[in-house]
């Protein structure tokens, strides 16, 4: 059963750069036909596509934070991991990473999900 | 940017039909999905590709498609489908979209 466990600090200070990381067990990050996201949930709102990746380092971005994300992933440690800069009180949410199944250019959903890690930013 | 419409809240008596449904242009072309989040807990695929029914998830669980809109049913509703239900598609050019969301409440 593939399981996905983000980690990483629950605080971040303004302006600077928040850093998770996803752990995926139970199967390959480089299994084909899936590519791997992160989603994010302000405390009482809706979800938010960050960006997703795949196992070769082909990413694909939300055009609305494109300017202040990176995704990238580590096969030989079955990990990826999102850095957003600049970071401001806005991006105060919680950051969920998911399999991300793509099998066409109109086919493409999350499942499963991490359980999801909060990130705080305050100074 | 493109937006995914769907109704705040739906109210339903146990043992009745919820019906959600989610709005946008895009949906003539995209195929729709749909999640059901629980308090303090992430969000499980429930419908994908507007009608398909993953493992595991209930019966009662449906989806359909209808030009700009897809709706997601809930047959005989029971206590434990109270929940934040989120549609899912991508825009016309391949970006990926959340619904607004609908918090269904079992009376």
């Known amino acids: 059963q593939l399981q996905l466990q983000e980690s990483g600090p629950g605080l971040v ?10 752990t995926v067990s139970g199967g390959s990050i480089s299994s084909s036909s899936y590519y791997w996201g992160w989603i994010r949930q302000p405390p009482g709102k809706g979800l938010e596509w ?32 999102l850095k957003l800069s600049s970071v401001t009180a806005a ?33 | 940017s493109y937006e995914l419409t769907q109704p705040p809240s739906v109210s339903v008596s146990p ?5 959600i449904t989610c709005s946008g242009d895009a949906l003539p072309k995209q195929y729709a999905y749909w999640y059901q989040q629980k308090p303090g807990q992430a969000p499980v695929l429930v419908i994908y590709k507007d009608s398909e029914r993953p493992s595991g998830i209930p019966e009662r669980f449906s989806g359909s498609s209808s030009g700009t809109a897809v709706t ?25 979209v959340f619904g607004t969301g609908t918090k269904v409440t079992v009376l």
Request: glycine share 6%.
């Open chain 2, 15 to 19: 043992g009745q039909t919820a019906r």
């Open chain 2, 72 to 96: 997601l049913t809930i047959s005989g509703v029971q206590a434990e489908d109270e929940a934040d239900y989120y549609c899912q598609s991508a825009d016309s050019s391949g970006d990926y």
């Open chain 1, 91 to 123: 991006d105060t949410a919680v950051y969920y990473c998911a399999r991300h199944i793509r099998y066409n250019w109109n086919e493409n959903w999350f499942d499963p999900w991490g359980q999801g890690t909060l990130v705080t930013v305050s100074s």
């Open chain 1, 50 to 81: 960050i960006g997703s990746i795949y196992y070769s380092g082909s990413t694909y971005y939300n055009p609305s934070l494109k300017s202040r994300v990176t995704i990238s992933v580590d096969t030989s440690k079955n990990q990826f991991s």
């Open chain 1, 13 to 22: 200070k303004p302006s600077e750069t928040l850093s998770l990381t996803c």
